[in-house]
Antibody, heavy 120, light 110 residues
Framework: EVQLVESGGGLVQPGGSLRLSCAAS????????MNWVRQAPGKGLEWVSY????????YYADSVKGRFTISRDNAQSSLFLQMNSLRAEDTAVYYC?????????????WGHGTLVTVSS | QAGLTQPPSVSKGLRQTATLTCSGD????????ATWLQHHQGHPPKLLSY???NRPSGISERFSASRSGNTASLTITGLQPEDEADYYCSAWDPSLGAWVFGGGTKLTVL
């Protein structure tokens, strides 16, 4: 069974940093592209970042470019999101999402999310 | 990154058919098609369809997707109370190197 479990969320002050993790199981992690998607309170889903299976290709939403860094450890079946220079508008539930086979195949599996609150 | 366009809300009666739309452009929806997600608040989103009308295993045949040009559609037949949710379309845009999302449609089943 595919499982994605996010962790690392919490309360952080504006300008601060946070590192999110996503532990994957139930599939060959290195074979799949992974993403972070977020949902701010009362808002819709927003794609944040993408990384390919080998970790050599990364893409970012304009809203986080230069502040967030996506990475992965295939040996540990883990996905990460390093978030720096956090702003109030980064407050959201952050989901780890695995794409299906044969890109682009959509976000086939999701974790339950981790809440990040940026506030003083 | 410009998003896809979805109507904010749609209301239909029990056992009726709802069609949700999603407008993009030739770089995203018109290129590789759209994917559709169902989201009940408090739960992770669920993938309903990808690349226009491919359904993941376990998704009911009541959900079907299509595309005409730069507009994608999701049709839900025989509406049930549990279909009441937010529905999002998304598409990969290689010109942006980004996934783009629609703003979501809140479906109400009367």
């Amino acid at each position: 069974e595919v499982q994605l479990v996010e962790s690392g969320g919490g309360l952080v002050q504006p300008g601060g940093s946070l590192r999110l993790s996503c532990a994957a199981s139930g599939f060959i992690f290195s074979n799949y592209e992974m993403n972070w998607v977020r949902q701010a309170p009362g808002k819709g889903l927003e794609w944040v970042s993408y990384i390919n299976g080998g970790g050599s290709t990364r893409y970012y939403a304009d809203s986080v470019k230069g502040r967030f860094t996506i990475s992965r450890d295939n040996a540990q079946s883990s996905l990460f999101l390093q978030m720096n220079s956090l702003r109030a508008e980064d407050t959201a539930v952050y989901y780890c999402a695995r794409e299906g086979s044969g890109a682009p195949a959509g976000f086939e599996y999701w974790g339950h999310g981790t809440l990040v609150t940026v506030s003083s | 990154q410009a998003g896809l366009t979805q109507p904010p809300s749609v209301s239909k009666g029990l056992r009726q058919t709802a069609t949700l739309t999603c407008s993009g452009d030739s770089n995203n929806v018109g290129n590789d098609g759209a994917t559709w997600l169902q989201h009940h608040q408090g739960h992770p989103p669920k993938l309903l369809s990808y690349r226009n009308n491919n359904r993941p295993s376990g998704i009911s045949e009541r959900f079907s997707a299509s595309r005409s040009g730069n507009t994608a559609s999701l049709t839900i037949t025989g509406l049930q109370p549990e279909d009441e949710a937010d529905y999002y379309c998304s598409a990969w845009d290689p010109s942006l190197g980004a996934w783009v999302f629609g703003g979501g449609t809140k479906l109400t089943v009367l």
